[in-house]
Nanobody
Framework: QVQLVESGGGLVQVGDSLRLSCAAS????????ISWFRQAPGKEREYVAG????????GYADSVKGRFTISRNNAENTVYLQMNSLKPEDTAVYYC?????????????????WGQGTPVTVSS
């Protein structure tokens, strides 16, 4: 079983940047797709970004395309989410998740391992 721990969240101003980290332990994640999801208060959990096992293929929700970048360092067993030009609507708890599908997925039900989440608040 993979254990995931997110870090890097915090309170920022509109237009600021943050880099979230997702550190994995218990198993190497180099064969697995990893995605970031987020959940705002009173809203459903939504897909944000995903990366395949190699790191060469990525996907993004339309709402973050061009502002967020997902990457991974398999040697460090870690996945990152660089978030630039943050907006108030990006405020949410951000979760990373691991799927057995090497190409990754946008469907939360495909993910068997989840972190505890890291909160991001963007203040205007």
């Amino acid at each position: 079983q993979v254990q995931l721990v997110e870090s890097g969240g915090g309170l920022v101003q509109v237009g600021d940047s943050l880099r979230l980290s997702c550190a994995a332990s218990g198993r190497l994640i180099s064969s697995y797709g990893i995605s970031w999801f987020r959940q705002a208060p009173g809203k459903e959990r939504e897909y944000v970004a995903g990366v395949d096992f190699s790191g060469r293929n990525t996907g993004y929700a339309d709402s973050v395309k061009g502002r967020f970048t997902i990457s991974r360092n398999n040697a460090e067993n870690t996945v990152y989410l660089q978030m630039n030009s943050l907006k108030p609507e990006d405020t949410a708890v951000y979760y990373c998740a691991c799927t057995r599908y090497s190409k990754g997925s946008r469907n939360p039900t495909d993910f068997g391992s989840w972190g505890q989440g890291t909160p991001v608040t963007v203040s205007s």
